[in-house]
């Protein structure tokens, strides 16, 4: 059962809220992986908006609960989805789906909320209709139920691609939020989420220059680093209690309000850096380097401030021959083929869980 191999399709809808990625991958769910194809469908700006208010109403209540606004967003969703499915380059030979959904509320014991929840939306068994296939869902919610903080998820399948990867090393995911897994030359690995990466820069050249993001990190270089609203905004960040798990909503661009577009976006874009760099400093070894994934990758200002903040070489994860833009589709497709065998998807060093934890649901077409 260990060897079997399995041709499955990974999805993923980022706390970015920019596109669906889809990847193809062939993998046994333990240490073999094989990338095959990948395809992004993105988000209009309509359909942005409206999961982005459902995210809004999903923070207002206490639990999930049913709700027209969300209702409509995971329709939505899910459709997007059935889109990247069909579009992907050799999907008809994937047996298996991995659908992450979309997260619009987290609210883990780190929170300190009363009742800890995790809520992705996304309707499984429609996506497993109109696809014909099986998919796998509701990866986070047993980690939660178990002690766990939910997030993040990926560091099983980053510990799958680094088994040849120099050590000691960081994998370092810069979406909506950033997260890190890391690697010592013992064995010793841990992951923790740093704080926010892309989610307040977005957020911050959308309200002052109505583009969706700061391309190539132009408008955060052209500014300069305010301090002593950097120390306001990373005074939440430390070492304390890691494993942790955010939400994009845990922060807010309030603290640089009175700074012009420029200074802002170079504030936010150093605050990104100093939290990654306030929760590498307690580990217990130094990495020689961190390979980076997601959008923040793309931005060469905050690629910059990252390796001066951490004194840490940073490079995207494509000097390892690695797919930075589908690593984390591909991660959920390898955790489908994980809950077919019953093997954990998380475990104490990554989520903070008891015990190694399986997870996930299985929808039939």
């Given at each position: 059962?260990?060897?079997?191999?399995?041709?499955?399709?990974?999805?993923?809808?980022?706390?970015?809220?920019?596109?669906?990625?889809?990847?193809?991958?062939?993998?046994?769910?333990?240490?073999?992986?094989?990338?095959?194809?990948?395809?992004?469908?993105?988000?209009?700006?309509?359909?942005?908006?409206?999961?982005?208010?459902?995210?809004?109403?999903?923070?207002?209540?206490?639990?999930?609960?049913?709700?027209?606004?969300?209702?409509?967003?995971?329709?939505?969703?899910?459709?997007?989805?059935?889109?990247?499915?069909?579009?992907?380059?050799?999907?008809?030979?994937?047996?298996?789906?991995?659908?992450?959904?979309?997260?619009?509320?987290?609210?883990?014991?780190?929170?300190?909320?009363?009742?800890?929840?995790?809520?992705?939306?996304?309707?499984?068994?429609?996506?497993?209709?109109?696809?014909?296939?099986?998919?796998?869902?509701?990866?986070?919610?047993?980690?939660?139920?178990?002690?766990?903080?939910?997030?993040?998820?990926?560091?099983?399948?980053?510990?799958?691609?680094?088994?040849?990867?120099?050590?000691?090393?960081?994998?370092?995911?810069?979406?909506?939020?950033?997260?890190?897994?890391?690697?010592?030359?013992?064995?010793?690995?841990?992951?923790?989420?740093?704080?926010?990466?892309?989610?307040?820069?977005?957020?911050?050249?959308?309200?002052?220059?109505?583009a969706r993001y700061d391309a190539g990190g132009a408008l955060a270089a052209s500014g300069r680093v305010d301090e002593i609203a950097l120390a306001a905004l990373a005074g939440g960040i430390g070492p304390e209690g890691s494993p942790?798990?955010?939400?994009?909503?845990?922060?807010?661009?309030?603290?640089?309000?009175?700074?012009?577009?420029?200074?802002?976006?170079?504030?936010?874009?150093?605050?990104?850096?100093?939290?990654?760099?306030?929760?590498?400093?307690?580990?217990?070894?130094?990495?020689?380097?961190?390979?980076?994934?997601?959008?923040?990758?793309?931005?060469?200002?905050?690629?910059?401030?990252?390796?001066?903040?951490?004194?840490?070489?940073?490079?995207?994860?494509?000097?390892?021959?690695?797919?930075?833009?589908?690593?984390?589709?591909?991660?959920?497709?390898?955790?489908?083929?994980?809950?077919?065998?019953?093997?954990?998807?998380?475990?104490?060093?990554?989520?903070?869980?008891?015990?190694?934890?399986?997870?996930?649901?299985?929808?039939?077409?």
């Open positions: 059962m260990a060897s079997e191999k399995h041709i499955v399709i990974g999805l993923m809808s980022g706390t970015s809220v920019d596109a669906v990625d889809a990847a193809l991958i062939e993998t046994d769910g333990e240490g073999h992986v094989r990338g095959i194809s990948a395809h992004d469908r993105p988000y209009t700006d309509a359909e942005r908006a409206l999961i982005r208010r459902a995210a809004a109403r999903a923070l207002e209540l206490p639990a999930p609960a049913a709700d027209p606004l969300i209702a409509e967003a995971e329709q939505l969703l899910t459709q997007a989805h059935t889109e990247a499915v069909l579009a992907l380059p050799g999907q008809e030979q994937a047996t298996l789906i991995g659908f992450h959904g979309q997260t619009v509320a987290h609210r883990p014991p780190s929170s300190g909320h009363p009742n800890p929840f995790t809520w992705q939306i996304g309707d499984a068994a429609l996506l497993a209709r109109r696809t014909g296939r099986p998919v796998v869902h509701d990866f986070r919610s047993a980690d939660v139920a178990a002690g766990g903080e939910g997030a993040p998820l990926a560091p099983g399948y980053h510990r799958a691609l680094a088994s040849n990867v120099e050590r000691p090393v960081g994998i370092l995911n810069l979406g909506g939020v950033g997260n890190l897994t890391w690697f010592d030359e013992a064995g010793g690995w841990g992951a923790f989420d740093t704080g926010p990466a892309n989610g307040l820069i977005d957020d911050w050249v959308q309200q002052h220059t109505g942790r798990s955010f939400d994009r909503a845990d922060f807010s661009v309030e603290a640089v309000s009175a700074l012009s577009a420029a200074d802002g976006a170079a504030t936010l874009t150093a605050f990104t850096a100093e939290s990654i760099a306030r929760t590498l400093r307690p580990l217990p070894v130094r990495m020689k380097k961190l390979l980076v994934t997601g959008g923040g990758r793309h931005n060469p200002t905050l690629m910059r401030m990252i390796a001066a903040r951490t004194g840490i070489p940073a490079e995207p994860v494509e000097t390892q021959g690695w797919h930075g833009d589908a690593l984390e589709a591909q991660a959920f497709g390898w955790l489908a083929v994980r809950h077919l065998k019953g093997l954990p998807l998380s475990w104490p060093e990554t989520t903070g869980v008891p015990a190694p934890t399986p997870g996930g649901r299985l929808a039939r077409p």
